[in-house]
């Protein structure tokens, strides 16, 4: 049974939680894991956070707790874990998120089935804490493929988290790490690269649970997560430029998202313009689009 180094970063999270996604992680049916526990949380008063990571880890022989220094961050995080696993296999789970017992087991078979494969990815359950809605039947990936190329997702990102994939270890040794440069949408990034040089493939059914809560959000935390997202599409754009502007649906997709991610912000002039490039980019994908958010929107209110 092959090696599979699990890497769960862990920043300001109440230990119960991390809990929760560590011993996810300790009862898979695959039993061939080790556990990477990547404390990030740092400056005054971190320690209210780091000590119960430390005490955790040391609950368990094959959990390892690791320290960011400097960088620091979840890429810098995860590319700790990366480069400290010893495994043949590498997944990560986010501390609050959770793997269902076969996630593992199924992934790796199904990557032992195609030996071109880099990565394969999986769906799972939205979980809403805020409502209680459980296993509600609302799917983390619902326009699954069963593999995405290249060309695919620079149009969008059809994939997802991070909790999501299981990569081999030598992909990494390839496409280097997470991009310590992207302050979001470095996971977005890191699927794009590794489809340039692998088949990047996928399990329909869903093998882990993302957690949602959305009580308590402020308008500076949603404007500052949005500024983030600006800068991770700016950096995308940049990094792909070529590859995006000789593709349609490609340069759509990254102005579109702009324009939402500049109106989440609260620089509503900036998005409108970013808008209307989309609009001459695709009018029929802008409508489609569109369509889009009125129905995320009315699922939205449903909730309250």
Not at 177 to 192: H, N
Request: charged share 30%.
């Amino acid at each position: 049974m092959k090696k599979v180094s699990c890497v769960i970063p862990s920043y300001k999270r109440d230990i119960s939680i991390v809990r929760r996604a560590l011993m996810s992680v300790l009862s898979q049916t695959w039993e061939n894991i080790e556990v990477l526990l990547v404390d990030d949380n740092r400056g005054e008063g971190s320690e209210v956070f780091t000590e119960p990571i430390k005490a955790l880890a040391d609950e368990f022989e094959n959990v390892r707790y690791l320290k960011t220094t400097d960088p620091c961050g979840a890429q810098a995080a995860r590319n700790l874990g990366i480069k400290n696993a010893a495994g043949e296999y590498v997944a990560f789970l986010d501390d609050d998120d959770e793997w269902l017992p076969e996630k593992i087991k199924k992934q790796v078979e199904y990557l032992k089935k195609n030996p071109d494969a880099g990565m394969c990815y999986c769906r799972g359950y939205i979980v809403n804490e805020a409502n209680k809605i459980a296993d509600s039947g609302e799917i983390y990936g619902k326009l699954f493929k069963s593999e995405v190329t290249y060309k695919e997702l620079l149009r969008d990102d059809k994939i997802g988290t991070t909790t999501q994939a299981v990569i081999r270890r030598e992909v990494f040794d390839k496409v280097g790490g997470f991009d310590e440069a992207f302050p979001a949408r470095q996971d977005y990034e890191m699927w794009i690269r590794i489809s340039k040089s692998y088949r990047v493939i996928g399990i329909r059914e869903p093998l882990f649970k993302h957690y949602k809560n959305m009580t308590g959000v402020k308008h500076t935390q949603i404007s500052n997560s949005a500024e983030k997202c600006i800068k991770g599409y700016e950096l995308l754009n940049a990094k792909y430029h070529d590859d995006i502007m000789k593709d349609r649906k490609a340069r759509f997709n990254i102005v579109f998202h702009l324009a939402h991610f500049y109106r989440m912000a609260g620089r509503s002039s900036d998005g409108y313009k970013e808008y209307v490039k989309a609009f001459f980019c695709s009018p029929s994908m802008f409508m489609f689009q569109g369509s889009i958010a009125v129905r995320n929107a009315i699922g939205r209110l449903s909730y309250k």
